[in-house]
């Protein structure tokens, strides 16, 4: 129904039954191969909801193409990474105006700089998310590439908004991430 759950639900009670014996085949082994023993079976309360390991908002940053560039390719694939696991549930649907991810293109200025008075038109389209490790920590990374190629002389810019949340539910800070494609080669003909 389009809503996240983690794992068990806060103030609930579980039973927790690990099986056993000499007769059990799906019971716990030592790594020399005993089985334990008898079943084990405790009550659980989950009382404390996800743990926000490092306590600190996820943050994101533009993999490729290189923010602030003019080098990007006409069909960019933008890769974002985050700091941290992020909950992905509003990016299972295509990016749009109303994603916490919004990717908007624009046109450039003659001197080839973003035309940020103009309004854009923001670019839809899946995204694709997986993990990667990152030192010990397990991260989410967003990638994306439009759906059309972009026209010559472009800006695209990649907005992550605070509606954005880590696992434990806490905003993300909002970044703006920039790039323009490569420039236009205009032909130049002369008939004699």
């Known amino acids: 129904g389009g809503v996240s759950t983690f794992g068990f639900l806060r103030g609930e009670t579980y ?3 690990i099986a056993g014996g ?10 020399s191969g005993a089985a334990l023993s008898k079943e084990l079976t405790c009550t659980l309360v989950a009382s404390r909801g996800i743990i926000d390991e490092n306590q600190q908002a996820p943050t994101a940053q533009l993999v490729t193409p290189v923010a602030g560039s003019n080098t990007a390719p006409r069909n960019p694939t933008i890769v974002l990474r985050f700091s941290e696991l992020i ?13 916490p991810i919004r990717v908007v293109l ?13 309004e854009g038109i923001a670019l839809e389209g899946l995204a694709q998310l997986s ?9 989410t990374v967003v990638t994306y590439q439009p759906p ?23 905003s993300a800070i909002p970044a703006q991430f920039e790039f ?3 420039k236009s080669t205009r032909l130049n003909s002369s008939h004699t």
């Open 15 to 17: 039973i927790l039954s």
């Open 22 to 31: 000499s007769s059990s085949a799906f019971g716990v082994k030592s790594l």
């Open 87 to 99: 909950d992905t549930t509003a990016l299972q649907s295509p990016l749009s105006v109303a994603s």
């Open 106 to 118: 624009r046109g450039t200025r003659p001197d080839g700089s973003c035309d940020r008075d103009a």
């Open 131 to 139: 993990t990667e490790t990152v030192g010990t920590a397990e991260v």
């Open 148 to 170: 059309v190629q972009l026209p010559g002389q472009s800006c695209v810019t990649v907005y992550v908004t605070a509606e954005l949340r880590d696992l434990s539910g806490r």
């Open 180 to 182: 323009t494609d490569r």
